[in-house]
């Protein structure tokens, strides 16, 4: 009867239904740290420090690198380096061949997170719904385990926040 309710954990009495917005195990959890941790240890040394700014979210093994390289063959090299770290089965790149953020720059994208974050925790169709928020260069990138119907309203509210460039969907979908 729950056969295709993936996200929906009943706890408790009947009454009380929680939405589960992380379907990962503590292993899984973990090993997602685990290559984030080591993708930030990897673009903080050579040849990487200094001549780029990426970051890194993995779920499940799959890792989007986020950031700024104006040399394509870093961030091959990059790429190459991730794809060799224990855990991870896919890398999607969306890294832009530009010079690093300034540090104004960075700043301008954390104030469009923050209100991004707002405007998501604020939004009652979101209620209980976890999304990462990460902003590079005012391109909003919106990740988690959510429903189409709630990425459709997450993009919805990211899109109508001022400052914001584009936005793009790295959701994994439980419905």
Request: glycine share 6%.
């Amino acid at each position: 009867m729950l056969s295709g309710c993936v996200g929906l954990f009943i706890a408790g009495t009947a009454t009380t239904v929680n939405l589960v917005t992380d379907p990962r195990t503590t292993q899984q959890i973990w090993d997602d740290n685990y290559i984030e941790s080591e993708i930030t240890g990897i673009v903080k040394k050579p040849p990487y420090r200094s001549k780029t700014r990426i970051s890194a979210s993995s779920f499940r093994g799959s890792v989007i690198l986020m950031g700024q390289t104006p040399d394509p063959s870093l961030l091959k090299s990059l790429e190459k380096d991730v794809k060799e770290i224990k855990g991870v089965k896919d890398v999607y790149d969306q890294v832009r061949i530009k010079e690093p953020l300034s540090t104004l720059a960075i700043g301008e994208d954390s104030v469009i997170t923050t209100k991004v974050k707002a405007q998501l925790l604020t939004a009652h169709e979101l209620s209980g719904v976890k999304i990462k928020v990460i902003t590079e260069d005012k391109e909003v990138f919106l990740l988690g385990y959510v429903t189409h119907k709630n990425a459709d309203k997450a993009t919805e509210i990211a899109r109508n926040v001022s400052g914001v460039k584009k936005v793009i969907r790295a959701f994994q979908y439980g419905d």
